[in-house]
């Protein structure tokens, strides 16, 4: 089970909004490469992990996304709870606003709703792993296209911070891969049988 | 440290803690590790003990005994106040 604590993992407070930035964050918060879908992915691959050490890893780095996707939900909501129509609008959030007023939902900027087609859970521990690897990637790739769009330090801050656990994410997942090399010396043929 | 500093202190001792969890994940048997995440985690308890004594509960469940504040009286972390 999960004990919810109430705290940010990484303080947000935004009081001067920035609703592009906003908009682009979503992608964090239900694209494919978000926060949500990384802790869906961890948390559902743990189940078939083969070794102690990675199953652990990935149920703590699971843990630990869906601290980050508050996160991302909280500048959401912070940046678009008092946003007028007008700048809602020149940032290209009427779409949101039709849909979801100035609620946080899990879709990418283009409005594309998250879904579970995001993810794998392969059965097979290297595809999975070397899956994780990739989308710490291209999470820390995401984070700095936002980061590219701003110099607002309440935003650069957090974003700074979430930056960071991509790269410590890869490093143990990059361990985690050592860790199949050593148990699995032989090609993954044949080995479901 | 007023409301705030201890927070910030929680969240700077929670955080030394959940990268040494992470660390020791993939290697259990680094005995320094387990040392440093023994005194760090011993420490985040001491300092959570504190704010919730003074401030209320942090976490729900039955993980926060505590008589002071309420759990759904304190903000939200989303919250701006």
């Given at each position: 089970?999960?004990?919810?604590?109430?705290k940010?993992?990484?303080?947000?407070?935004?009081?001067?909004?920035?609703?592009?930035?906003?908009k682009?964050?979503m992608?964090?918060?239900g694209?494919?490469?978000s926060?949500?879908?990384a802790?869906?992915?961890?948390?559902?691959?743990?189940?078939?992990?083969?070794?102690d050490?990675?199953?652990?890893t990935?149920?703590?780095?699971?843990?630990e996304e869906i601290?980050?996707?508050?996160?991302i939900?909280?500048?959401?909501?912070q940046?678009?709870?008092?946003?007028?129509?007008?700048?809602?609008?020149?940032?290209?959030?009427?779409?949101?606003?039709?849909?979801?007023?100035?609620?946080?939902?899990?879709?990418?900027?283009?409005?594309?709703?998250?879904?579970?087609?995001?993810?794998?859970s392969?059965?097979?521990?290297?595809?999975?792993i070397a899956?994780?690897?990739a989308?710490?990637q291209?999470?820390?790739?995401?984070?700095?296209h936002?980061?590219?769009?701003t110099d607002?330090?309440?935003?650069?801050?957090?974003?700074?911070?979430?930056?960071?656990?991509e790269?410590v994410?890869?490093q143990?997942?990059?361990e985690c891969?050592?860790?199949?090399?050593e148990?699995?010396?032989?090609?993954?043929?044949?080995?479901?049988? | 440290?007023?409301?705030?500093?201890?927070?910030n202190?929680?969240?700077?001792?929670?955080?030394?803690?959940?990268?040494?969890n992470?660390?020791?994940?993939?290697?259990?048997?680094?005995?320094a590790?387990?040392?440093?995440y023994?005194?760090?985690?011993?420490l985040?308890?001491?300092l959570?003990?504190?704010?919730?004594?003074e401030?209320?509960?942090?976490?729900?469940f039955?993980?926060?005994?505590?008589n002071?504040?309420?759990?759904?009286?304190?903000?939200?972390?989303?919250?701006k106040n």
């Amino acid at each position: 089970m999960w004990i919810y604590q109430k705290k940010l993992e990484f303080p947000v407070r935004i009081s001067n909004p920035d609703l592009t930035v906003a908009k682009a964050l979503m992608a964090q918060y239900g694209g494919p490469d978000s926060e949500l879908s990384a802790g869906m992915r961890y948390l559902t691959q743990r189940f078939t992990a083969p070794d102690d050490r990675i199953r652990a890893t990935l149920n703590d780095i699971g843990t630990e996304e869906i601290a980050h996707w508050e996160m991302i939900g909280t500048m959401i909501l912070q940046s678009m709870e008092n946003a007028p129509l007008q700048e809602l609008e020149r940032a290209g959030l009427i779409g949101h606003y039709a849909m979801h007023g100035r609620a946080v939902y899990p879709s990418d900027p283009n409005g594309v709703p998250f879904t579970a087609s995001y993810i794998q859970s392969t059965g097979d521990p290297i595809a999975d792993i070397a899956e994780d690897m990739a989308a710490e990637q291209k999470a820390r790739a995401t984070y700095e296209h936002v980061m590219d769009l701003t110099d607002n330090e309440q935003y650069l801050a957090p974003l700074r911070f979430l930056r960071e656990r991509e790269i410590v994410h890869f490093q143990r997942f990059s361990e985690c891969w050592n860790i199949l090399k050593e148990i699995y010396p032989e090609p993954a043929r044949g080995r479901g049988r | 440290m007023d409301r705030c500093e201890l927070m910030n202190r929680i969240s700077e001792v929670e955080f030394v803690c959940v990268e040494l969890n992470l660390y020791l994940d993939t290697h259990p048997g680094d005995t320094a590790a387990r040392n440093d995440y023994y005194s760090y985690s011993t420490l985040l308890r001491e300092l959570i003990t504190q704010y919730e004594a003074e401030y209320g509960p942090l976490m729900g469940f039955g993980n926060s005994p505590t008589n002071v504040g309420c759990w759904v009286c304190s903000d939200w972390p989303w919250e701006k106040n």
